[in-house]
């Protein structure tokens, strides 16, 4: 079965239903391919995040959103709503939070390779934070902070050296990572004194992400720790306290058997583990508490949100597989095709039945490695029923794409039982806006 999270149901006509939304009615009023998302799931998780900060550490830190996993106005605007922060790593998702009207102040920049004008933009809007990640970058934000008659917040990515991974963390020296800067072999040191010693940068502190998709608690406070120890390091070497501590996101979210069901609470107390580990080492090390900051992203948006398809094209393949092929694919969800990610699929039209056959899911790109997946447990599947796959809120129509000049499928947002459209859904035109015949070709 799947996990529902207090968001999908069994509705008495055997229907799935999302967010007290019925997803056969969602698909008679919208059709297929579509990304569905439920407003409340993502309020309730941004709600738990940020009111743990408050009663946990007196509110001295804030939530940012990392809007990689799903960006559009709409989701902005939530954030917004909620008061709290997002982190973005492009002028694209600059440009939507702006679009979306969302306070400059609250946002955190990252990207281990801002172009210039995605520099410039970020000062001409007032980004809160900006996260240094080359010695190059600080070099481009000095000059053009100093351009400007400004002084720029920001703090810089480190490599605690510690990476994680699902169920498994591992310490390693000096990690392989075109991310941040090592701890071990004394680069994070060495930009520190940089970015210290120019006169139109403040740094605040430190960042480190150590990996996604983790529900090992352990990795989460070894890397608070070494964060720690470092920033004791730095006060005793070089005379700088960091103010905040950026703890990045990374927390699991649940896609299929064998995953962690943790109950949404769960979260607080991944935080709230974080958050003791942080008061507890800065009182051992003699550090004031730091500001802190969170970059949750799938585990806000992931559950949040299912992708509806219809079936179409079915396909046995004697002693081998049966596949059925859906009018979506790696265009809207590139996941299995590049990490083979696992997901759960649930017969729409038809969820109370019990599984009866073993299918692989595909998609319609000429690609043979297009697939959902390989091994979903569902009633008999017959062309034209609908399938949900779920927990695709995270990291699919932000990694859509137009491959095949498929179109990217529209989203819609629901709340109390109704959808409307959060993304309309692209044309043919859309596709060819942007093409141009030189006179020699006609
Ligand atoms: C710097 C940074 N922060 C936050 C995140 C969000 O991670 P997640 O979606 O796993 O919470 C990522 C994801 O790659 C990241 O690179």
């Known amino acids: 079965m799947f996990h529902t999270r207090d968001t999908l149901k069994i509705n008495k006509k055997g229907h799935l239903e999302i967010g007290g939304a019925d997803c056969v009615d969602i698909v008679k009023q919208f059709g297929t391919p579509l990304y569905v998302f439920d407003e409340a799931y993502i309020r309730r998780v941004m709600r738990i995040y940020r009111d743990t900060i408050q009663s946990e550490y007196d509110g001295r830190g804030l939530v940012l959103y990392a809007s990689k996993a799903f960006s559009c ?107 941040g800067f090592s701890v071990a072999n004394g680069a994070a040191e060495e930009i520190t004194a940089y970015v210290l010693s120019k006169p139109h940068l403040r740094l605040k502190g430190y960042h480190c992400h150590i990996g996604s998709q983790i529900f090992e608690k352990q990795s989460f406070v070894l890397a608070v720790q070494k964060n720690l120890a470092f920033m004791a390091e730095m006060k005793a070497k070089l005379g700088f306290e960091a103010e905040a501590l950026n703890m990045g996101g990374g927390f699991g979210i649940w896609y299929a058997e064998g995953d962690p069901m943790i109950d949404m609470n769960g979260y607080a107390d991944y935080l709230r583990a974080l958050l003791t580990t942080i008061k507890d080492g800065c009182r051992t090390l003699g550090l004031n508490f730091p500001f802190v900051y969170l970059e949750p992203g799938r585990s806000i948006v992931g559950e949040a949100g299912i992708t509806l398809y219809t079936v179409g094209a079915i396909k046995e393949i004697p002693g081998i597989r049966k596949y059925v092929a859906v009018d979506g694919g790696m265009f809207d969800n590139p ?108």
């Open 335 to 442: 996941r299995y095709a590049l990490y083979q990610s696992k997901y759960t699929a649930v017969l729409v039209n038809r969820a109370a039945e019990q599984p009866t056959e073993l299918v692989g899911i595909a998609g319609k790109c000429c690609e043979s490695g297009d697939l959902i997946g390989i091994d979903f447990n569902l009633p008999a599947v017959k062309t034209g029923d609908i399938l949900a796959v779920l927990s695709t809120g995270a990291y699919n129509y932000s990694m859509a794409s137009n491959y095949n000049r498929n179109l990217i499928p529209p989203a819609v947002l629901v709340k109390d039982g109704a959808a409307e459209y959060i993304v309309k859904p692209q044309s043919y035109e859309d596709l060819v806006r942007n093409d141009v015949i030189p006179e020699r070709l006609k």
């Open 73 to 179: 106005e709409a989701i902005y605007a939530i954030a917004n709503q909620e008061k709290i922060g997002v982190d973005v790593v492009s002028g694209g998702e600059l440009y939507t939070a702006q679009k979306a009207a969302f306070p400059a102040q609250r946002i955190v920049m990252h990207g281990n390779n801002k172009l210039p004008y995605e520099i410039a933009e970020a000062l001409d809007y007032g980004v809160g934070l900006i996260v240094v990640d080359a010695h190059s970058e600080a070099d481009l934000l000095e000059r053009e902070a100093e351009k400007r008659g400004m002084i720029q917040d920001v703090m810089i990515r480190i490599n605690p050296g510690v990476e994680a991974h699902t169920h498994a963390y591992v310490q390693t020296a000096t990690p392989d990572s075109k991310f």
